[in-house]
């Protein structure tokens, strides 16, 4: 404790900001992989599976096109703890009697799960840009990717955490016991985190919430293909293929898919080091290009191998494995991209637009893995990757060559 208290007061409140960002993911991850398995155990088609995330997504795409205003506004600490304690009502609504958990139900739940994990993603991107001093780029692309990386690796061991409570408590035991933890760090957030960070020092209007940025624009629409392509295959097809195809139970589709997401994370968290930072330079829209163009040919060739008959085993998951790796890269890039491009006074709100992309894209992505996969199979998901990531890298050479500082006009 005294060693954290020796710490400058700006590094304190990222790692505050980092735990309450870990400990909501941890939940978010579970709580999805829960969802997913629960209800294929109960004989839901992959599209009414697709379904019990629509509003998750869908208020996942308001929350963070009015979350940016809000946060601006009233302050990032307060959008923080509102979602804290939004994910804690959603987990608590899991908890009812069984026969009570309808479609509608499950899919509120997912309404306020969605508000909740928008609400804290942007108050967390967006602290990043007030924590780091003007002009320090590589400074503030290593806290991105690290906080970023963290996140995602502690996301798949949400996943593996929600298929063992599955296995071990059950589904209202594990919602119950998630809500009761997630309870505690809300309350220690609510009175250790910076009261007024975030807060612009002129007050937004309204109309404000639309980007006037250029690159931030670009940048968005890139992100929306970019995380379109992943939720295709990665939501519903992916675990429901390894459950029916390979007869793989919770165990093994929760651990599969949080080994995915860890070593996914872990190379978030050392992007930096892929794309030049050793070389003393930080990367701009051409390394989103090329990157993006790389990542296209995955899903493509996990689709020709699965076609030719290869072994899906061996197929399925080297390719996974690698299309996790490339994705990362793309993934820390993009996070880098916009915490750079985003003004500094009312930072949210260039964060929050562009998340809102992000939510839109995996919106899209949720209804066309549990639509496609149940009438044309994994195949067709994977096609539809490859082209929304063929998207994204050609949106993407648009943006600016060189990356803006936090000093200077946006673009």
Request: hydrophobic residues 55%; glycine residues 10%.
């Amino acid at each position: 404790m005294k060693a954290i208290a020796a710490l400058p007061a700006e590094v304190r409140q990222y790692l505050l900001v980092t735990g309450n960002y870990w400990a909501f993911t941890l939940t978010d991850g579970a709580l999805r992989m829960l969802v997913v398995l629960h209800f294929h155990a109960l004989g839901y088609t992959p599209l009414q599976i697709a379904a019990l995330f629509l509003f998750y997504e869908f208020f996942g795409v308001v929350t963070n096109l009015l979350g940016g205003y809000l946060g601006a506004r009233l302050g990032l600490n307060r959008t923080m703890n509102v979602g804290l304690a939004m994910q804690v009502i959603a987990l608590l609504m899991l908890t009812v009697p069984a026969a009570w958990l309808s479609v509608p139900w499950v899919m509120g739940a997912q309404a306020l799960s969605g508000i909740a994990k928008d609400l804290n993603k942007m108050s967390a991107k967006s602290s990043i840009k007030l924590l780091v001093p003007d002009g320090q780029q590589g400074r503030l692309y290593r806290w991105v990717a690290l906080l970023t990386g963290s996140k995602n690796a502690l996301k798949g061991v949400g996943f593996f955490l929600g298929g063992a409570l599955l296995a071990l408590l059950g589904f209202r035991g594990s919602v119950l016991a998630m809500a009761l933890v997630l309870g505690l760090i809300w309350f220690a957030s609510l009175i250790l985190l910076k009261k007024d960070l975030g807060k612009a020092k002129a007050k937004p209007k309204f109309r404000d919430i639309l980007s006037k940025s250029r690159a931030v624009n670009i940048l968005s629409a890139a992100r929306l293909f970019l995380f379109g392509a992943r939720d295709v295959w990665f939501v519903v097809a992916l675990p429901v293929f390894l459950s029916e195809t390979f007869g793989w139970d919770f165990w093994l589709v929760g651990g599969f898919l949080a080994a995915w997401i860890i070593g996914y994370g872990i190379v978030q968290s050392f992007a930096p080091a892929f794309t030049g930072k050793h070389r003393g330079h930080v990367p701009d829209g051409r390394a989103a290009f090329v990157w993006a163009l790389g990542l296209a040919l995955l899903p493509a060739a996990i689709a020709i191998g699965l076609t030719a008959g290869w072994p899906a085993e061996i197929v399925l998951p080297g390719g996974l494995m690698a299309f996790g790796a490339l994705f990362a890269v793309n993934s820390s890039l993009h996070s880098y991209l916009i915490v750079s491009y985003a003004q500094e006074d009312g930072v949210s709100l260039d964060v929050g637009f562009y998340y809102m992309s992000n939510a839109m894209g995996r919106l899209i992505g949720t209804v066309l893995s549990g639509w496609v996969f149940q009438a044309h199979g994994l195949v067709a998901c994977l096609w539809i990757s490859a082209a929304f990531v063929l998207l994204a890298a050609l949106i993407s050479s648009a943006l600016p060559r060189h990356v803006i500082g936090a000093a200077t006009p946006r673009p």
